[in-house]
Nanobody
Framework: QVQLEESGGRLVQTGGSLRLSCAASGRTASTYTMAWFRQTPGKQREFVAGISWGGGSPKYVDSVKGRFTISSDSGKNTVYLQLNSLKPEDTAVYYC?????????????????WGQGTQVTVSS
């Protein structure tokens, strides 16, 4: 099993920034890809960004390209999501996820482990 714990979500004003963290523990050697998803009430969970522990180009949903940056620190088993130029439509619960896939999936079904989520609220 792999445990994921997110932190960093909070209330922020439009145009502001914040950094989310996801600390992984347990059998982390079984995971190759980490990602951030987000979800708002009544909507499906949406892929935001993903990265492989081994390096390579990260992947982003178009709506966050140029504003969000995903990074990882394998020594700390931690993945980060830097959110800049935040908009009210970025308001959501942000979830960290881990997959055994060598490529970066964008669909929730390919991720085996999930965190509990952290709330990001962007005020207008």
């Amino acid at each position: 099993q792999v445990q994921l714990e997110e932190s960093g979500g909070r209330l922020v004003q439009t145009g502001g920034s914040l950094r989310l963290s996801c600390a992984a523990s347990g059998r982390t050697a079984s995971t190759y890809t980490m990602a951030w998803f987000r979800q708002t009430p009544g909507k499906q969970r949406e892929f935001v960004a993903g990265i492989s522990w081994g390096g390579g180009s990260p992947k982003y949903v178009d709506s966050v390209k140029g504003r969000f940056t995903i990074s990882s620190d394998s020594g700390k088993n931690t993945v980060y999501l830097q959110l800049n130029s935040l908009k009210p439509e970025d308001t959501a619960v942000y979830y960290c996820a881990a997959s055994g896939s060598f490529v970066i999936p964008t669909m929730t079904g390919f991720y085996q482990f999930w965190g509990q989520g952290t709330q990001v609220t962007v005020s207008s």
